[in-house]
C-alpha cells in the first residue's frame, strides 16, 4: 500500500482508528493522511442562523485544522508515524470518495450499538460503504498491536479472492482462518416431497468437499503461506456463523467482500456484510473491489 487515508470527526472512536490506521501506514511504509470534512451545507446553517461575521467560517475551519494537527502529533508520540493533515469542505460522502480515488485504504471509526448507523460519517456511512471503489476499514477497538487472528469469510463469489488478497496485505503475519458457510438448498421442502436424511447427509458432505476444493484454490492462487492459514467449512445461516467463529477465534479482524452471489445484493451492501459490520465485536474490513 502507498496511501491510507483516515476519515475523523475528532471522536474518541475516530482517534482510535487513525491509530489503527498509523499502526498499518508502519506496517506497510505507505504515507498517512488524516482527514476532516466540515459540511458546507452545516455551514451555511450555522451562518444563517447566528447571522455570524463573514470571517466565522473560515475560523471554524482554521480550528479544526489546528485539532487535525493535534491529532496527527499525538498519533505520532504513540506509533512514530507523522501522517498529513487535510481539512475540506462540502458534501462529505463526495469529498471522502473524491480523497480515497488515489488511496489504498480508508479507515473509518465506528461507536454505538448499530456500528452502520452510527459511524463518524453519520447517514452517509451506508452510501459510502456501498460506492467507495476502495477497502474500507471499520475500526471498532483501540488497536494495542498489529493484527495477529485474522477471519475470512468466502461465499466464492469474485469478491472472495480479492478478501484473501487484502488480508494477507493488511496482515501479512496474523494467523489466518478462511470460513465457509452452507446450507442445503430447500432442506425443509426436500423431506416435505420425501427426501431421506441420508440423501441429504451426503449432499452435505458433497458440498463441504467441494468447498474445500475451491478453498484450497483459493489459497493457492492467493500463494498464501500455509503455515499461517487454516479453513473452515460449517452449515448454517451465514451471518451468526462467522460472527460466532469470530469470538471462538478472538479475531481481531474479519475481512469480508462488499457483495454476494446475488444480483439483487450487488446493487446494495451485501446482507451478511451488513450484518457482520453491525454486530461484530472486532475490526472489519470491506473489500469493494476485484484486486
Known sequence: METIIAATDFSDEARHAAERAAIITEEQRAHLSLLHVMSSSALDDV?????TPT??????IDDAGRMLREVAAAISLKTGVMGSTDVKTGQTQAEILSATESADLLVL??????????????????HLLSKCKRPVLVAKCPPKARYQRVLVPVDFSPY???ALTMARRIAPNARMTILHVFNVPFEGRLRIVGASEEDIRQYREEDQRAAEKKIWELIRESHADSE??????????????????????LSDLIVIGKHGQSWIEDLFLGSTTHHVLARSECDVLVVQERV
Not at 471509526?109 to 451506508?126: K, P, Y
Not at 499461517?228 to 477465534?249: N, Q, R
Open 55 to 60: 470571517d466565522v467560517e473560515a475560523k471554524l
Open 47 to 51: 451562518r444563517k442562523f447566528f447571522r
Open 228 to 249: 499461517l492459514v487454516s479453513y473452515t467449512v460449517e452449515g448454517g445461516d451465514p451471518s451468526p456463523v462467522i460472527l460466532a467463529k469470530a469470538e471462538k477465534l
Open 109 to 126: 471509526g465506528a461507536h454505538g450499538e448499530n456500528s452502520l448507523h452510527d459511524l463518524i460519517l453519520g447517514t452517509t456511512a451506508e
Open 160 to 162: 472472495s479472492a480479492s
